[in-house]
């Protein structure tokens, strides 16, 4: 789950952004509307949810969601604005957005709203995903083997991300790049092996759990993750 977090108030944004990521979303925080505009013109269906500031500098939020709209991209937006009256809400729902919440308001219930429109979007995620044997469960954030009595495998944040990806698509070959892309932020370096070394991690992991040569490594392409096994 990767969310696009338009905000420009340093502290904000900082604060939202920590939130999100305890609770296991990839967060791409900008802190400007032209740049929100080039990251999801580029790449908007890499992004399950967006959270946009209404007041930006460049883009505001609203004209992103009229831009998006007008593209076709049906991403869930959530506004967030210190404007509270009427006219203002129609304003930002008539322009695409399919929430609004006004500052100052709680983490807690951005956090619900945010869940709430992942249960209305496409993407929604489901509490447990399995594919062949492996069963990956949202709410324990464990994997476990479907038809063994064996504890399920505790995964920290990143393990459980990357095995989701993997595990929504199963035996498709996934380049680095494109890991990179879905399972780390923008602030992680292009350049570095934390991809390779990441899969080496879990890889260990679900070998010493009894589940070994899930993720292959194709030789100069990249890793697939063997459904059949
Ligand atoms: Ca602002």
Redesign the pocket.
């Given at each position: 789950m990767r969310i696009l977090l338009v905000?420009?108030?340093r502290d904000l944004g900082a604060a939202i952004q920590c939130d999100l990521r305890r609770e296991k979303y990839v967060v791409d925080w900008v802190q400007n509307g032209d740049e929100a505009w080039h990251l999801l013109g580029d790449a908007a269906q890499t992004y399950t949810l967006g959270v946009f500031?209404?007041?930006?500098p460049g883009l505001s939020g609203v004209e992103l969601c009229q831009r998006l709209r007008s593209q076709g991209t049906p991403l869930p937006v959530l506004l967030l604005?210190?404007k509270d009256r009427l006219q203002d809400k129609v304003e930002g729902l008539d322009a695409g957005a399919d929430d609004y919440l006004v500052k100052p308001f709680g983490l807690e219930e951005l956090l619900a709203r945010l869940r709430a429109l992942q249960r209305r979007s496409p993407a929604f995620q489901p509490t447990q995903l399995q594919v062949g044997g492996l069963l990956l469960d949202y709410g324990t954030s464990t994997a476990a083997l479907a038809d063994s009595a064996q504890q399920p495998l505790p995964l920290t944040t990143k393990e459980f991300q990357l095995l989701e990806y993997f595990m929504q698509h199963p035996n498709q070959i996934l380049s680095r790049e494109q890991l990179m892309n879905r399972v780390w932020s923008l602030q992680a370096d292009p350049m570095s092996n934390v991809v390779a070394a990441q899969i080496r991690l879990l890889r260990k992991k679900l070998a010493d759990h009894g589940c070994d040569g899930l993720i292959e490594t194709v030789y100069g392409m990249g890793y697939r993750f063997n459904a059949a096994l």
């Open positions: 905000e420009d108030e500031d209404w007041l930006l604005t210190a």
